[in-house]
């Protein structure tokens, strides 16, 4: 009877010590199965031995890039017939401008009171003081002497004296045609693009970028607004997406010029046509950032002239884009203006007012949010769109 006590006292102790020795045994096969697929999926990995390994894995996002890289580039929409729809877009605002003039003009009699009403819309659509009155007096004589009431008579009427004060004679074309040099060689075209912040100006330069993709040109981006942070990379986006390169600096504040100058450089290197340079958005009352305005415009000249100095504006700002207008031709001799968010304003009068201001055409119109949305500007397109349908 006492050995069989000893022999079951001994069998659960032989039990219990096997228990705890099968873990033991299993825990290395548990640890080794993670480890290789850690060697494979870790490129941080400062290990030498598995060399085999490494070499499949490093190329890996490279060879992933490049394809994702070819798909994401865009294929712009033609330049042809935006015009169009900016014109739809006004008519649809029911803009006031149009509208309340022909229905004042549309009147059997006109008293002072509705000539001075009709004034009184002209400045409200910011058309400016000396070409609202302009625009009244040779109302007056047309409707004195043709007597016109008839809404489709009056409507003519006031669609030629729009387009004559819009005037259709001034050349809206943009110069992107390749400089020849002394040697005989072409330089591409450089374009500057200048604008306080806010108006859309990088944005302007990236959907420029895209006007000229589709209109068959290879542009170049330098990114010389180096004083906002996202500035650069908003840029380098807008080119990437249509195979456009963009020439940068990662530092921020870097020399704006000297990027300028680099980003010229490289569009003489690849045969580029057009060098679209961004600016920073400068604030008029601030001298210094203007001087600095005109250093890059000087810097970036030395290998070729500027062929263009385009003034972005937002056309909702009104008088205040005027003064800003102003201050940006003194510095750097603006050659044209991009008017932006014009779909966004049923006033349209500032297209008058900046071109009486500064002497020079509105060239670029922003028609909305969509990166194509920005056309050449057309005189009779623009008319028809304040005036609404027929």
Do not use: C, Y
Not at 246 to 274: C, I, L, N, Y
């Amino acid at each position: 009877m006492d050995n069989w006590w000893v022999i079951l006292i001994i069998a659960v102790v032989v039990i219990g010590a096997l228990a705890l020795f099968i873990p033991k045994a299993q825990k290395p096969k548990k640890v080794d199965k993670p480890a290789p697929s850690v060697a494979k999926t870790d490129p941080s990995s400062t290990e030498v031995t598995p060399a085999t390994p490494k070499t499949e894995a490093e190329p890996e996002p490279k060879t992933l890039d490049e394809p994702a890289a070819a798909a994401e580039v865009e294929t712009p929409e033609p330049t042809q017939g935006r015009m169009t729809r900016l014109r739809s877009r006004l008519a649809r605002s029911g803009s006031p401008l149009g509208s309340t003039l022909l229905k004042i003009l549309s009147r059997d009699h006109l008293s002072e009171d509705d000539w001075e009403e009709i004034e009184e819309t002209l400045l409200v659509a910011d058309v400016g003081t000396t070409p609202a009155m302009e625009l009244v007096d040779r109302l007056r004589e047309e409707v004195r002497v043709q007597g016109i009431s008839d809404p489709a008579k009056v409507r003519e009427l006031l669609r030629e004296e729009l387009i004559r004060l819009v005037d259709p004679a001034m050349d809206r074309s943009l110069a992107l045609e390749k400089t020849t040099q002394d040697d005989g060689t072409k330089a591409p075209a450089v374009v500057m693009v200048v604008g306080v912040n806010g108006t859309g100006k990088t944005t302007t330069v990236g959907k420029l970028a895209r006007v000229l993709v589709a209109d068959e040109k290879q542009p170049i981006l330098g990114a010389a607004d180096t004083f906002r942070a996202a500035a650069s990379e908003q840029l380098t986006t807008w080119g990437r997406r249509v195979g456009v390169e963009t020439v940068r600096s990662d530092k921020e504040g870097a020399d704006p010029a000297s990027v300028a100058f680099e980003a010229v450089e490289k569009g003489h290197q690849d045969d580029a046509d057009v060098v679209l340079i961004d600016t920073a958005g400068r604030l008029q009352n601030k001298a210094g950032l203007m001087d600095e305005l005109g250093k890059i415009k000087r810097v970036a000249s030395r290998k070729g002239p500027i062929n263009e100095v385009l003034l972005v504006l937002d056309a909702t700002t009104g008088q205040n884009g005027l003064v800003q207008a102003k201050v940006f031709s003194e510095v750097v001799d603006v050659t044209g203006v991009v008017l932006t968010k014009l779909d966004g304003t049923a006033k349209g009068g500032i297209v008058i007012a900046v071109q009486r201001e500064l002497g020079v055409p509105v060239k670029l119109v922003g028609l909305g949010e969509g990166a194509d949305d920005l056309a050449p500007f057309e005189t009779d397109a623009f008319v028809d769109g304040l005036l609404g349908a027929d």
